[in-house]
């Protein structure tokens, strides 16, 4: 059972967008990161840094050939805060009653 | 924080958060003209095979290697590029799924060219092996569909 923990960190809409698609992934590319979430170099970089930052995500730099890789994965703590954070929006949710659930 | 969160922002975010990982799922599937590259390339190979020439046997068997390697190289460069979905969204009913189409495949295949070639049919191998291709044409685009509805039931979220 997961107690539910609403996360600052994670609901800023970047960012969020960014966890939910790291926790459908082992790992994701940053152009793939970059593209889905359509952020700048620097503007994803900045948000992968604070997740990094606060524990919520791996960072992996490597080359494939010549050219320089980056993919980013949720840690541990990161997945367990992400799925903290969706229960408590359920619960919100829930609380409010069947009129505003998503569309999922 | 939490009492400040409306009930709509809430439900935003949920939905916000099922599209994202949608979007992971849909990315993740092998492409239908894999399946044709397969197919043609299994196809090809052994009618070169069945030639008995050496000539169209050295070159049938690299054009099906050197194709096989770039085909399925694209693919999984494609794969590496974006993002690998966790693998626990498949599930044992993925894994079997998988298994399950490639005794298929192979059981059919059998099927098809062993009694062929005991009834000395010409050409039982290719078409043993068409048979083959086709099922991978037809079924390989199926079990993509398939595997993508099991991980989209499997997301976290709807399996709790």
């Known amino acids: 059972m997961i107690k539910p923990r609403f996360d600052e960190l994670i609901h800023a809409p970047t960012r969020l967008s960014l966890v939910s698609l790291l926790a459908a992934t082992e790992w ?7 593209d889905s979430a359509g952020l700048s170099d620097s503007a994803l970089s900045k948000q992968l840094t604070t997740l990094e930052d606060a524990g919520y995500i791996e960072i992996r730099k490597g080359f494939v050939g010549k050219r320089p890789r980056t993919s980013a994965r949720l840690t541990i ?19 409010a009653g069947a009129s505003v659930l998503p569309a999922t | 924080m939490t009492d400040q969160v409306r009930p709509e922002e809430a439900a935003r975010a949920l939905t916000e958060i099922g ?26 190979f052994t009618a070169a095979v069945d030639t008995r020439r050496g000539l169209f ?12 390697l ?19 969204l498949l599930g044992p009913g993925g894994v079997v799924a998988i298994l399950g189409f490639v005794a298929f495949t192979i059981g059919v295949s059998m099927a098809v060219a062993f009694p062929l070639e005991a ?29 993508q509805g099991l991980m989209l039931a499997n997301r976290s979220g709807s399996r709790r």
Do not use: C
């Open chain 1, 28 to 34: 994701a590319d940053f152009r793939f990161l970059r």
């Open chain 2, 70 to 88: 770039v085909t399925t190289g694209r693919v999984m460069f494609r794969a590496v590029r974006s993002a690998q979905p966790r693998n626990d």
């Open chain 1, 77 to 95: 703590v990161g997945r367990a805060a992400f799925e903290q954070h969706v229960a408590a929006l359920q619960e919100i949710v829930a609380k």
């Open chain 2, 119 to 147: 009834f000395e049919v010409s050409h039982a191998a290719i078409i043993g092996v068409s048979v083959t291709a086709v099922l991978l044409v037809v079924g390989g685009p199926l079990l993509m569909r398939y595997l």
């Open chain 2, 19 to 44: 599209q994202r990982r949608e979007q992971v799922i849909r990315l993740v599937v092998i492409p239908t003209w894999y399946w044709w590259a397969i197919a043609v390339l299994m196809v090809g």
């Open chain 2, 57 to 68: 046997v050295g070159i049938g068997t690299a054009v099906f290697v050197v194709g096989v």
